[in-house]
């Protein structure tokens, strides 16, 4: 394994890394600094988010192509039509909006919290938003990060332009093919799980080569602490705390 991803390898005896998917969502607009603040209150080694371009061509950390699921107003439009000054100004819920990716590493760094970029490969200008993701990694004070993508071209193309930072391939349980992450290591440093996914064969086979696993979403105690038994590097949830405090319990019934 590259020393470029040490900063996401679970250390023999410790628990794993528990990062809050899109922050503690489940208490906050996902996505904003208010979601990714209270992951940190609530005890979260990091933060999972993701990043798309707005109508400006800034980075922005918003999940959806459009802000009609996630704004006050079901505002239908694509952000990719949304300039930065006028995206500023929606309202995602209790005063919160959508942040730009420099604006969340900052808190980051400030914090010293671990963060899960993932590039959503559904936007309009692909080629534009990896320019601009590595426009602003090269030339910002970092936290430590790690990339990912769904799109293996993604990642590929992470690896030469941002060859320091580490990367890992997301899969899910609905690909027929690509659920498993098949040459993951010609990619990447790992592979980031749908939860179902890990089991703790596949999990050892990627730790005898130095891979990183980190599983998503993972929301359930019981499912927690079995990825934790079988080995996960990090555990991605919308719950931090809860699955926080379900590992403490393991930990503290088996000394």
Partial sequence: MSSRAEAFLRQPGARPFVLGHRGARHGAPENTLCAFELARSEGADG?????????????????????????VERDPRHAEDVPSAELSKI????GEHVPTLVDVLGWARQHEMRVNIELK?????????????????QNAPLPRVILSSFDPRFVHWLGRALPNLPR???VHRKQRIL?????????????????????AD?????????GVVNVWTVNDAGSARRLARDGVDG?????????????????????
């Fill in 179 to 199: 659920k498993y992450a098949p040459g993951w290591r010609l990619l990447g440093d790992g592979v980031h799980f749908d939860h179902v996914l890990a089991t």
């Fill in 202 to 210: 596949r999990i050892a086979s990627l730790h005898r080569v130095g």
């Fill in 121 to 137: 490969s559904d936007v309009r200008q692909r080629g534009l938003l990896l320019e601009r993701v590595r426009d602003v990694l």
């Fill in 47 to 71: 933060v999972e988010l993701d990043v798309r371009l707005d109508g400006s061509g800034a980075l922005i950390v918003l999940h959806d192509p459009t802000l009609e699921r996630v704004s």
């Fill in 168 to 170: 890992a391939w997301l």
């Fill in 235 to 255: 555990i991605i949830s919308d719950r931090p705390g809860a699955i926080l405090r379900a590992l403490s319990a393991c930990e503290d019934a088996n000394p």
């Fill in 91 to 94: 309202d995602l819920g209790g």
